[in-house]
């Protein structure tokens, strides 16, 4: 069942204060005019530091929360606090847009902001397992609560075939196949079940890419898409997401690498060549020099959207 409330429990354990900073956050303040005020959803909270902008921007903003990882939600819970009865959240993908709307917010949404980044949090969280810097368990789940398939159990079943195909197209990694056949061989001596384990046994057979890359890191990439599902719930956010808006309401978008990217920007095309929406960061938005130096993860990041005609930012 998926929550929907205005508080949540208190979490298991100390999660400790976010330290994930938000990217184009002033890029993203531009296109979505929150001064606007009205209601918006921020589709992946977090750490809360986008939200905390949108509701600082305007008294008269009221935001919905989305979260599928409850740590975060947590995070995003208390650091929203201060903003009371203007803030609801919601633990579940953002695939569910459609059903967690509150009452009355159904075509009248003035703004959504989906970023779909993997945060800080959660990769210096080594327990979470989506991080090669750090060891710790191959798990790369968002949400532990709901998902049964870690990334140990994925690798653990399936063919040579199967890993191959997830690291050529969700990781687009030229190694693939001697990745994946390393994979298979290795798992004859026993399951990959640390994080340290399969970087190692990537860079043992795949070079280090320009400045300084991981070899690792496209493994990595792909095996966390396929964990989560994350393409098909992007397709479905991106389907859903533009009817739920009110005349002049903005739906912006931050992906950080080609895969996103690419569905974004074909999803908006339709919505615009249907004459309903307006594109109004054309060939997307990157972070400037200034941000990219501050904040490294921001160097792959784009931000597009659309606005629905009959009313301007």
Do not use: Y
């Not at 808006?245 to 996103?260: K, M, R």
């Not at 908006?268 to 990157?286: L, M």
């Amino acid at each position: 069942m998926i929550l929907v409330s205005r508080h949540l429990s208190r979490p298991s354990r100390p999660l400790g204060q976010s330290v994930h900073e938000p990217v184009l956050l002033q890029e993203s303040l531009e296109v979505l005019a929150p001064q606007r005020g009205g209601f918006f959803i921020d589709a992946t909270v977090g750490g809360g530091g986008h939200s905390v902008a949108l509701l600082a921007a305007s008294e008269d903003l009221q935001l919905l929360a989305v979260d599928r990882d409850a740590d975060a939600l947590d995070r995003a819970r208390e650091r929203l606090a201060p903003f009371g009865e203007r803030v609801r959240f919601a633990h579940a993908p953002f695939s569910s847009i459609e059903s967690l709307l509150p009452d009355g917010w159904a075509g009248k949404v003035n703004g959504i902001l989906a970023d779909f980044g993997v945060s800080s949090d959660q990769l210096e969280d080594r327990d979470r397992g989506f991080s090669f810097l750090h060891d710790g368990p191959l798990d790369m789940r968002m949400d532990a609560t709901k998902q049964k398939t870690s990334a140990a159990v994925l690798l653990a079943s399936a063919s040579e075939d199967e890993i191959s195909t997830w690291l050529h197209e969700f990781g687009e990694e030229r190694f693939s196949r001697k990745i994946a056949h390393e994979i298979v061989h290795a798992r004859r001596f026993g399951p990959l079940l640390r994080t340290s384990q399969l970087a190692d046994l990537v860079a043992r057979v795949s070079p280090r890419g320009r400045q300084g890359i991981h070899p690792a890191t496209r493994t990595f990439q792909a095996l966390r898409i396929v964990v989560n599902r994350e393409l098909d719930e992007i397709d479905a956010l991106l389907h859903a997401a533009p009817a739920l808006l009110g005349d002049g309401g903005v739906f912006a978008a931050i992906s950080f690498h080609s895969l996103e990217d690419r569905m974004v920007k074909n999803a908006f095309r339709n919505e615009v060549r249907s004459e309903t929406f307006e594109d109004i960061a054309r060939k997307g938005i990157v972070a400037g020099a200034g941000e990219q130096r501050r904040n490294p993860r921001s160097r792959s990041a784009r931000l597009r959207a659309i606005q629905k005609e009959g009313g301007a930012c």
